[in-house]
């Protein structure tokens, strides 16, 4: 008899299991970047804008999604009963518990092969150096003349000349027509690409289609066409296809743009931009020449000024504020000589007055002279009976001596 296990196996949710199994799925190198081929079954295109549909073949079906980011571009390759060959990975919708696959690319069932011939033409002309990027040249910054190889009744040539009148209306188009599509396509190209190279007025080539399958874009992975482009002797923009799409022609082109329109933005510069780099310099150049001008300005003023001191009449301004200034100096000198002599002629003059014998007068004495006109200072200079002059503050006197002390005539007297 079997002996029960003493260990219960673990459980899982649903939940847990539909997890593990889309890790599982995600994981898987083969799952994750896969191609897958059949018939589009049952297509929904709901209005979140995802893509849901069915791949069948004679046995099997299987479930696929496009979210909406790439549903746009591969609308229209979306079919119910074309034949595809959808690129993507392999999961796990968990709420549903089914699997399913996440499609980002599509393409028309036989594009495989086309697929492979690219990818040998590819390595072969990339071994001979056609697609080296030292081969690029830059693009002229202000064409005057692009040329345009493109269908003239393509919508590719509408959106090139819409944004061409937009950003540079100054350029001059040259159409080079030719057809973009079929088995004529490629010699026509080569034609239209020789002879603006042949004209030699344009100053930049573009190369020009809208979007399509990997077989209408065929005509730009032919080996003729990728040589004339890397032939030219004039720079070459391709804008082909969509952005996902990638030719031959992109690889060997100077510069590839991701659409017609891109390839049109790239190729010439925006007016608006140019407009404000015009603005910009303008008011450099005012501001440098102001700049100028003023320094200049200066350097005249300096070198006035200094014609002005050599001149003889900055010399003689000069000389004359110097005379100007000696004349102050001199009259104040000669003041303050004046006001001393003053000061000191007014002390002389007391002084003198002070002894001015007519200043004594005026106090009572009186100045005694003899008849010899000399003063009489004392008494034994005259006599009894002589006659003297008796000078007084308001006259003279003439007076006689009656006595004299101290003389014989004095005793007699007595």
Same mark, same amino acid.
């Given at each position: 008899?079997?002996?029960?296990?003493?260990?219960?196996?673990?459980?899982?949710?649903?939940?847990?299991?539909?997890?593990?199994?889309?890790?599982?799925? #995600?994981?898987?190198?083969?799952?994750? *970047?896969?191609? =897958?081929?059949?018939?589009?079954?049952?297509?929904?295109?709901?209005?979140?804008?995802?893509?849901?549909?069915?791949?069948?073949?004679?046995?099997?079906?299987?479930?696929?999604?496009?979210?909406?980011?790439?549903?746009?571009?591969?609308?229209?390759?979306?079919?119910?009963?074309?034949?595809? $060959?959808?690129?993507?990975?392999?999961?796990?919708?968990?709420?549903?518990?089914?699997?399913?696959?996440?499609?980002?690319?599509?393409?028309?069932?036989? $594009?495989?092969?086309?697929?492979?011939?690219?990818?040998?033409?590819?390595?072969?002309? $990339?071994? $001979?150096?056609?697609?080296?990027?030292?081969?690029?040249?830059?693009?002229?910054?202000?064409?005057?003349?692009?040329?345009?190889?493109?269908?003239?009744?393509?919508?590719?040539?509408?959106?090139?000349?819409?944004?061409?009148?937009?950003?540079?209306?100054?350029?001059?188009?040259?159409?080079?027509?030719?057809?973009?599509?079929?088995?004529?396509?490629?010699?026509?190209?080569?034609?239209?690409?020789?002879?603006?190279?042949?004209?030699?007025?344009?100053?930049?080539?573009?190369?020009?289609?809208?979007?399509?399958?990997?077989?209408?874009?065929?005509?730009?992975?032919?080996?003729?066409?990728?040589?004339?482009?890397?032939?030219?002797? =004039?720079?070459?923009?391709?804008?082909?296809?969509?952005?996902?799409?990638?030719?031959?022609? *992109?690889?060997?082109? *100077?510069?590839?743009?991701?659409?017609?329109?891109?390839?049109?933005?790239?190729?010439?510069?925006?007016?608006?931009?140019?407009?404000?780099?015009?603005?910009?310099?303008?008011?450099?150049? =005012?501001?440098?020449?102001?700049?100028?001008?003023?320094?200049?300005?200066?350097?005249?003023?300096?070198?006035?000024?200094?014609?002005?001191?050599?001149?003889?009449?900055?010399?003689?301004?000069?000389?004359?504020?110097?005379?100007?200034?000696?004349? &102050?100096?001199?009259?104040?000198?000669?003041?303050?000589?004046?006001?001393?002599?003053?000061? #000191?002629?007014?002390?002389?003059?007391?002084?003198?007055?002070?002894?001015?014998? &007519?200043?004594?007068?005026?106090?009572?004495?009186?100045?005694?002279?003899?008849?010899?006109?000399?003063?009489?200072?004392?008494?034994?200079?005259?006599?009894?009976?002589?006659?003297?002059?008796?000078?007084?503050?308001?006259?003279?006197?003439?007076?006689?001596? =009656?006595?004299?002390?101290?003389?014989?005539?004095?005793? #007699?007297?007595?």
């Amino acid at each position: 008899m079997q002996q029960p296990s003493l260990f219960v196996p673990q459980s899982y949710s649903v939940s847990e299991i539909n997890r593990y199994l889309r890790e599982l799925f #995600e994981s898987d190198e083969v799952l994750s *970047d896969v191609w =897958i081929q059949g018939e589009i079954a049952t297509l929904s295109k709901p209005a979140s804008g995802h893509i849901y549909f069915t791949l069948k073949d004679a046995n099997s079906t299987l479930r696929c999604v496009v979210w909406k980011s790439a549903a746009m571009r591969l609308q229209a390759l979306l079919q119910s009963g074309a034949q595809i $060959e959808a690129h993507g990975y392999v999961g796990l919708y968990e709420q549903g518990g089914q699997y399913q696959l996440y499609v980002d690319a599509v393409r028309l069932t036989g $594009e495989g092969a086309l697929y492979q011939e690219y990818l040998r033409l590819k390595a072969r002309l $990339e071994s $001979e150096g056609l697609f080296d990027p030292t081969r690029k040249r830059p693009l002229p910054e202000y064409p005057n003349k692009i040329g345009i190889v493109t269908s003239s009744s393509g919508a590719a040539l509408q959106d090139i000349l819409n944004v061409l009148r937009r950003r540079y209306p100054l350029v001059e188009v040259i159409l080079a027509h030719c057809a973009v599509q079929g088995d004529a396509a490629p010699a026509e190209i080569v034609s239209a690409l020789e002879k603006l190279n042949v004209q030699a007025e344009a100053d930049l080539i573009l190369v020009a289609r809208g979007g399509g399958s990997m077989e209408d874009l065929w005509a730009f992975n032919d080996e003729r066409v990728v040589r004339a482009i890397a032939a030219s002797a =004039i720079p070459v923009v391709t804008g082909i296809g969509h952005e996902i799409d990638f030719t031959l022609s *992109d690889f060997a082109a *100077d510069l590839r743009a991701p659409t017609p329109t891109a390839a049109a933005e790239l190729a010439v510069p925006d007016r608006e931009e140019l407009r404000g780099l015009l603005n910009g310099a303008i008011s450099q150049l =005012i501001y440098s020449c102001q700049a100028v001008f003023q320094d200049t300005r200066a350097q005249l003023t300096g070198l006035q000024h200094r014609v002005e001191k050599a001149s003889p009449q900055w010399m003689i301004r000069n000389d004359r504020q110097r005379l100007d200034d000696l004349s &102050f100096r001199l009259e104040a000198s000669l003041g303050n000589s004046f006001r001393l002599m003053r000061s #000191e002629c007014q002390g002389l003059s007391k002084r003198l007055g002070a002894l001015n014998p &007519f200043a004594v007068l005026q106090r009572g004495y009186s100045i005694v002279t003899n008849a010899t006109g000399q003063v009489v200072s004392k008494v034994n200079q005259v006599s009894r009976d002589e006659l003297v002059d008796v000078k007084l503050s308001d006259g003279t006197i003439l007076t006689r001596v =009656i006595s004299v002390p101290g003389s014989e005539n004095e005793s #007699e007297d007595k």
